[in-house]
Nanobody, 116 residues
Framework: QVQLVESGGGLVQPGGSLRLSCAMSGSIFSAYIMAWYRQAPGNQRELVAVISRGGTTTYADSVKGRFTVSRDNVKNTVYLQMNSLKPEDTAVYYC??????????WGQGTQVTVSS
């Protein structure tokens, strides 16, 4: 059974940085498209960044130039490097794994709070 475990969230001041990690177990990591989503209180879950099996990346306009998604197929881990953080980046961040024609998998989420 596929499991995704996120880590790296926390409290950071505006302008600061955090790196989130999401480790997969129970399946072949390199076969999955990996993505990061976030959900702020009262808002719908939104897509933040995607990295394809080949390493192509896509970002939401709100994070372009500040966030970087990467993957390590040896460590079965996807990362989200978040720089120049803003209060509006405050949310629970979720890792997602998807293969074509199969259900996607979600992590439990990690809280990111940007506040002075």
């Amino acid at each position: 059974q596929v499991q995704l475990v996120e880590s790296g969230g926390g409290l950071v001041q505006p302008g600061g940085s955090l790196r989130l990690s999401c480790a997969m177990s129970g399946s072949i990591f390199s076969a999955y498209i990996m993505a990061w989503y976030r959900q702020a209180p009262g808002n719908q879950r939104e897509l933040v960044a995607v990295i394809s099996r080949g390493g192509t990346t896509t970002y939401a306009d709100s994070v372009k130039g500040r966030f970087t998604v990467s993957r390590d197929n040896v460590k079965n881990t996807v990362y989200l490097q978040m720089n120049s953080l803003k209060p509006e980046d405050t949310a629970v961040y979720y890792c997602n794994a998807q293969r074509p024609n199969t259900p996607s998998y979600w992590g439990q989420g990690t809280q990111v709070t940007v506040s002075s």
